[in-house]
């Protein structure tokens, strides 16, 4: 079964879900919040993501899970010194968690495996934050703010599973270009 396939699948049974009193919007956003770091684990499984192909030495599932750790670790330290008032009444809105760990999933396929990964599970990923903003859980500031912490925190720890990578690097001092390969 192809990503594309598993998505859709994800996204067609989340919508169609009687939970949450009938709110097929909101319901497909807390289950594909939970389905994309899903699918990016299985990617680095399904990649035998090592150096030689023959076992899983868990490299990419490190960066995976180096670059969701930072995404929550930001955002809930962001959600408590804010304390912002939601839009349905409830406190902590400012960033949306659902968009910052479905981001930083879509970021790290993307990264690692490329935008034939990258494309659906960025589409996902936007509908978590429409979910968020349709249902009144989140304003769409926050659910940008959520969005780019996650896909900045997956960039930092991704590295490419194969082929060339180039990365911006910089000090105080200077700023350049990283050229290096992964084989």
Not at 142 to 162: E, M
Request: net charge neutral; with cysteine.
């Amino acid at each position: 079964m192809g990503l594309r396939t598993l998505l859709v699948a994800a996204l067609t049974i989340s919508v169609c879900s009687p939970s949450h009193g009938g709110d097929a919007i909101e319901a497909s956003g807390d289950i594909l919040q939970f389905v994309l770091p899903t699918v990016a684990l299985g990617a680095t499984i399904i990649h035998r993501d090592d150096r030689d192909g023959r076992r899983w030495d868990r490299k990419g599932t490190l960066q995976l899970g180096e670059g969701l750790a930072t995404a929550m670790g930001v955002t809930f330290a962001l959600k408590y010194a804010l304390d912002t008032d939601r839009p349905n009444g409830g406190h902590h809105s400012m960033p949306s968690g659902h968009t910052s760990i479905s981001f930083a999933s879509a970021e790290f396929l993307r990264k690692r495996y490329g935008w034939e990964w990258g494309i659906p599970a960025y589409a996902v990923a936007s509908w978590v934050g429409y979910s968020r903003v349709e249902s009144d859980n989140h304003y769409p500031a926050d659910v940008v703010v959520g969005a780019g912490i996650g896909i900045l925190s997956s960039y930092i720890f991704t590295r490419k599973h194969k082929g060339w990578n180039v990365d911006v690097t910089g000090d105080t001092q200077s700023v350049g270009l990283r050229l290096s390969t992964a084989w």
